[in-house]
């Protein structure tokens, strides 16, 4: 009868917990992606925490500090420069409603395009394409400005989230160990192995992307391309997605600007710029990332166009950071449980 009552008090615990889990989901659903924002955060702005920390010797002034740099160096600019990008987005939709696609392309290739009927219909094929994507940007700016009281109450969860894991990550990183199945050992290798991926991914990417968009973006700036601002976001944007880059901004502008018989000066200096931002992570990814903590480019790609269908745009961090964290269990479970090598002597 012992046994039974042990046995049932066992079982009420564990559905009890799992009743609380299932509850504790549902209510945490609707800002899990801003809690895991702020986590991301986190680990981006922790080298600024740690010298603040060393400066102040207090946890809540250094990481309110790193909260007010975050929101100068993030959210302000998204403030002060949505309104610039949603009026060059308008004025790149006009612009694509009013654009001559058919006489640049009779222009670069005669022969391919000599059938008056064979180049309308690609002209049209083009407009419609482009029409589709201003459209859709158009329609993500317009519910972003619809949901922005929405959004605001999620950047609070991020706000907070940011804080609490800057000032208590070690109590945090203690609390999760505890709960892990692992010896201390395999606890070790499997924290260090998380920061060393995450740092490559959110270092070696997206700090990197956004890096190599900027470069491309002070090109435009300096030489007069139209709705540059708009095109250097996209390039930031572009920059972070492996493989694809922001030569995929930077090329076609070249051809625009070649079509348009713009000055020399001009389409020299896009290609000298285009090329320094698509190739300065081959010189600051070994700077900035170590090679032990480097995760395949494919690996990063599938990640983040599975976590851009599933989570939205946080996915892609989120994406890539999910299967890197499932290929370190799987490295720990088969150096723990797998077959073991034999040694022939």
Known sequence: ????????????????????????????????????????????????????????????????????ILIITIILPVWFFTPMVIDQGLKVYQ????????????????SLFASEQFSQE??????????????????????????????????LVVLFTFFFV?????????????????????????????RAITGSVLYGQVVLGIIQGVIVGIGFFIFGV???????????????????????VWVPVLIYMLVQGDPTVSIVGILIFGIIGSNIDTFLRPIIVSKASNIHSGVILIGMIGGLFFFGVIGLLLGPLVLAYL???LDIYRDTFGPKTIVKK
């Open 122 to 155: 690609v002209g049209g094929m083009l407009r419609s394409f482009t029409s589709k994507i201003a459209n859709y940007a158009l329609n993500y700016m317009g519910d972003f400005l619809l949901k922005f009281p929405t959004l605001m109450l999620h950047f």
């Open 226 to 248: 139209p709705n540059a601002f708009l095109l250097s976001i996209l390039a930031i944007l572009l920059g972070i997605i492996p493989i694809i880059g922001p030569m995929f």
């Open 1 to 68: 009868m012992v046994v039974d009552d042990a046995f049932f008090k066992r079982v009420l615990s564990v559905l009890i917990l799992i009743v609380l889990l299932i509850l504790s989901f549902f209510i945490l659903k609707p800002i899990l992606l801003s809690v895991a924002l702020g986590f991301i955060l986190a680990f981006i702005f922790a080298p600024v925490y740690r010298i603040l920390f060393k400066a102040t010797k207090s946890s809540n002034l250094s990481a309110s500090l790193v909260c007010f």
């Open 166 to 194: 800057l000032k208590d990550k070690e109590e945090i990183r203690k609390y999760v160990g505890s709960l892990l199945p692992f010896s201390e050992v395999v606890q070790k290798r499997f924290f260090d192995s998380s």
């Open 95 to 110: 612009s694509v409603q009013e654009t001559d696609f058919v006489t640049p392309l009779q222009t670069i290739f005669p």
């Open 327 to 329: 290929l370190i269990v």
